[in-house]
């Protein structure tokens, strides 16, 4: 209730010309449904093909606001310690995982962008759905082994 109303009264505040309701339509389903949500809106309201800029443009700015928000909440909580862990020399880099994580996410993206094409969804932003749910599927069955 509190994102809706957030949303109303920030399109009356801040005007951005006749793309107004839908960029507040648009910030109201990430903060409610996450990045996926937020495309899929964009997608609805023919923002990614008519204003693919602004799309982009309001994608930076919720995730530096948030990065931002997120970051006060946390140094503002009572059991917070934001000091860094000592690096002691034993630590090491596992450059093999890092290398295994890294080739998994490149193989689950292209799973997720080629089912979508096959199944007739790719077009502007709509294998992300495809390449989540997929990388959500791969991560239950991984803690399940």
């Known amino acids: 209730f509190g994102t809706v109303c957030g949303a109303f ?3 009356r505040l801040i005007k951005i010309g006749a793309l107004t309701g839908r960029v507040a339509g648009l910030f109201t389903s990430t903060y ?11 997608k609805a309201l023919r ?3 008519e204003s693919s800029a602004l799309v982009a443009a309001g994608l930076v700015v919720d995730n530096v606001i948030m990065a931002v928000y997120l970051s006060v909440l946390f140094a503002l909580s009572p059991n917070s310690k934001i000091v860094p862990e000592p690096v002691s020399g034993g630590r090491q880099i596992h450059w093999n995982r890092m290398l295994k994580s890294g080739l998994l996410a490149i193989a689950l993206s292209t799973m997720g962008i080629a089912l979508s094409n096959v199944l007739g969804l790719l077009a502007a932003f709509s294998g992300i759905p495809v390449v989540t749910r997929i990388t959500a599927l791969a991560a239950s069955l991984r803690t399940r082994a």
């Not at 409610?32 to 964009?42: H, S």
């Open 32 to 42: 409610i449904g996450g990045t996926v949500n937020y495309f899929a809106v964009a």
């Open 9 to 11: 009264a920030a399109a």
């Open 47 to 49: 923002l990614t093909t």
